[in-house]
């Protein structure tokens, strides 16, 4: 299995573009965790969810085993941003602008720790694929400051 400097930078770039998307999506979520209305639509916000895939097709374990030794690489891809599907959380707020009849509230259904727990492994994944480039970028350097000594 050969991984070439090129295929090494490609792999880490998509990685660090997936995880972009993943915290743009994930800050949206946490800055709209009160927005009880959205322009545009009715009810509050709702939250959004990256949904990713590799961008390899595979059968079997055993294709998959093949595919990498003979050096295909498979990526993460963003396939989708998704809506979540859960119902809004009510809150009792009867002199709230939004209240319905009964006097509560719709809010997004946001679980703030949840986010911040997406948001810090987003973030730690990112600053692994960029150590990874780093990397890349030191080694060729190194390699290149090989033929200049003597």
Same mark, same amino acid.
């Not at 990713?52 to 093949?66: N, P």
């Not at 295909?72 to 979540?84: G, L, M, N, S």
């Not at 719709?106 to 949840?114: G, K």
């Given at each position: 299995m050969t991984l070439s400097v090129f295929t090494s930078l490609q792999l880490a770039g998509r990685a660090l573009s997936v995880q @972009?998307? /993943? *915290? &743009?999506?994930?800050?949206?979520? *946490?800055?709209?965790?009160?927005t009880t209305q959205v322009e545009g639509r009715? %009810?509050?916000y709702r939250r959004r969810d990256v949904v *990713?895939? !590799?961008?390899?097709? /595979? =059968? !079997?374990? =055993?294709?998959? *085993? @093949?595919d990498e030794l003979g050096g295909?690489?498979?990526?993460? /891809?963003?396939? &989708?941003? @998704?809506?979540?599907s859960a119902p809004p959380r009510l809150?009792? #707020?009867? #002199?709230?602008?939004?209240?319905?009849? #009964? %006097?509560?509230?719709?809010?997004?259904?946001?679980?703030?720790?949840?986010?911040m727990v997406n948001m810090i492994t987003s973030m730690r994944t990112y600053q692994a694929n960029l150590s990874v480039v780093s990397g890349i970028q030191e080694m060729s350097r190194r390699a290149l400051s090989i033929g200049r000594t003597g």
């Open positions: @972009r998307t /993943r *915290l &743009d999506v994930v800050s949206a979520n *946490l800055a709209n965790a009160q009715e %009810g509050p *990713l895939e !590799s961008d390899v097709a /595979r =059968g !079997s374990f =055993g294709q998959a *085993l @093949r295909t690489f498979p990526t993460v /891809r963003v396939a &989708d941003i @998704r809506e979540d809150k009792y #707020d009867p #002199d709230h602008p939004d209240a319905n009849e #009964d %006097g509560y509230v719709a809010y997004p259904n946001i679980n703030t720790v949840e986010e």
